[in-house]
């Protein structure tokens, strides 16, 4: 018993030896001025998010200075509102296609993805100052002609090769459908 009293005393004391002493706190340094920091990234943007639906696109703009900055804003707002209304008249159109009573044929729906793409490539062109390829106009129509049966995508108004919705168009020869392919700088009817 004197054994263990005895081993208790001197762990308790060489406990208290090696206690370390207290010390004076140290005071962290001051941060830096956010004009010091060391950031690589431009000191100007701006964020355009727009929802529809459960689909959202966040566009972030970044520029040297505001000048800059106002100049790729101002090319870019129309692209910017028209990507709006085109998500919202698809949202729209599915919206009333959910609220119609079932049709016998499901016609594919658009690529959101495609036209998305497409309106940030001609975004991006336009704001780097590139003129953003446009269709030409289609021609006046001047009368109508009798018109054929449509079949394949000519049928339905969207193009199974690209997932995008066609415009309708027409002139003096008939009318059909098409969509313009901004890279290839030509319409495309898709597969008939």
Known sequence: MRIHARAQELVA??????????TKPTRQPKPRHSAAWDVHEAPVSS?????????EWTHTMRA?????RHTRVQAFVP?????????????????AA???????????????????????????AAANGQAPSTPPPAAP????????????????GL??????AMEHRENERG???SHWLTEEERHCKGRR
């Open 79 to 95: 692209t910017f509102r028209a990507v709006v209304a085109a998500l919202d008249a698809l949202q729209a159109e599915r919206e």
């Open 141 to 156: 129509s001047t009368g109508q002609r009798q018109a054929k049966a449509k079949t394949g995508d000519q049928a339905t």
């Open 175 to 177: 009318s059909w459908y």
């Open 64 to 68: 040297s200075d505001d000048a800059e």
């Open 13 to 22: 004391s060489s406990t208290l030896a090696q206690a370390p002493t207290p």
């Open 159 to 164: 193009c199974s090769l690209h997932h995008v």
């Open 47 to 55: 964020c355009f998010k727009i929802r529809v639906g459960a689909f």
């Open 98 to 124: 959910k609220a119609a009573p079932a049709a016998p044929a499901v016609l594919p729906q658009p690529d959101l993805q495609a036209l998305l793409q497409q309106a940030v490539q001609q975004a991006l």
